[in-house]
């Protein structure tokens, strides 16, 4: 079949929607962290410490990357943009990196306008989102990165995505197992379609 219409093409960016503060950035080791929405140039977590995200917005200029412990919270949507944030991308800018045995369990908004919106590319962005490793097995909620390549190379684990996937390029390794379990509860779902890989 041929591509389908991007099914989040009006969806406004963060800064139509708020203000958010300048947070620099946060790079968690062995301690636990907690973290409040705003604008950060990268989130590491690599130590084995867990990341909580109060609900929110987290605006990422240079990349979020996740290698060991996990990110946890409700209500929370990732927006992956450009160092001239809110300037929009023409180009590769933050990135997406679940590697090791890091885990990503935080759970996208209920409600408003990001409902089930998990991680939101700038529509210029073409970094790429890469899903990979042993804590790679579990994700919730839509991601879109219009320009943005996925990359699932989740080797010898099962990646169970309950996921609307909105990309520019997928690729999935071959020794890698992708389950889509497709709740539109916990999505952001605009029209009457399920589950679909969209480019």
Do not use: H
């Not at 219409?5 to 960016?13: C, F, I, M, R």
């Not at 210029?124 to 790679?136: D, I, V």
């Amino acid at each position: 079949v041929g591509p389908l219409p991007d099914p989040l093409a009006d969806l406004p960016t963060p800064d139509q929607l708020e203000s958010l503060l300048d947070r620099a950035s946060v790079a968690v080791g062995s301690a636990d962290r907690t973290i409040d929405p705003g604008v950060y140039d990268t989130i590491a977590v690599t130590g084995g410490g867990d990341l909580t995200m109060d609900p929110g917005i987290y605006v990422v200029t240079e990349g979020l990357t996740l290698s060991a412990g996990a990110v946890l919270g409700s209500g929370v949507t990732i927006y992956l943009a450009c160092a001239d944030y809110p300037t929009p991308c023409s180009g590769a800018g933050a990135g997406f990196s679940q590697t090791g045995s890091g885990q990503y369990l935080a759970t996208p908004p209920i409600t408003g306008p990001y409902q089930g919106l998990a991680v939101f590319a700038d529509r210029g962005n073409t970094a790429p989102l890469r899903f990979a490793g042993s804590g790679a097995d579990t994700f919730t909620g839509t991601i879109y990165a219009r320009q943005g390549a996925m990359e699932l190379t989740s080797g010898d684990v099962a990646l169970a995505l309950d996921s609307l996937i909105v990309v520019g390029t997928l690729e999935v390794s071959a020794s890698a197992e992708v389950l889509l379990s497709f709740v539109p509860a916990n999505n952001a779902v605009t029209s009457s379609w399920g589950a679909n890989l969209t480019k």
